[in-house]
């Protein structure tokens, strides 16, 4: 059975940093590509960033480039998203999900996390 657990969360202030990480297990993580996704009540699940099987190509939304970065460690089975100089309209639950194939910016993705919560304070 696949399993992501999301974690890293919480409220942090504008301007301040989280680091989310998502473990995985139940799947050969090395052979998957990784996605962060978010979702904020009432409005459709939008990508953030996502991350080849090696990690040898990223993907970012507009929204987040320059301010996030996706890396992950294969030998931990393990997928971060540093997120930096955080904006109020970050607020959001943020999944991470994985796929057999190229990373991409759409749903596409055959396993999902629950999602932690991240809250950005003006």
């Known amino acids: 059975q696949v399993k992501l657990v999301e974690s890293g969360g919480g409220l942090v202030q504008a301007g301040g940093s989280l680091r989310l990480s998502c473990a995985a297990s139940?799947?050969?993580?090395?052979?998957?590509?990784m996605g962060w996704f978010r979702q904020a009540p009432g409005k459709e699940r939008e990508f953030v960033a996502c991350i080849s099987w090696r990690g040898g190509t990223t993907y970012y939304a507009d929204t987040v480039k320059g301010r996030f970065g996706i890396s992950r460690d294969n030998a931990k089975n393990t997928v971060f998203l540093q997120m930096n100089n955080l904006r109020p309209e970050d607020t959001d639950v943020y999944y991470c999900?994985?796929?057999?194939?190229?990373?991409?910016?759409?749903?596409?993705?055959?396993?999902w996390g629950q999602g932690t919560q991240v809250t950005v304070s003006s």
């Open positions: 999900a994985a796929k057999w194939g190229p990373a991409s910016r759409t749903n596409d993705y055959s396993y």
């Open positions: 139940g799947l050969t993580f090395s052979t998957h590509s």
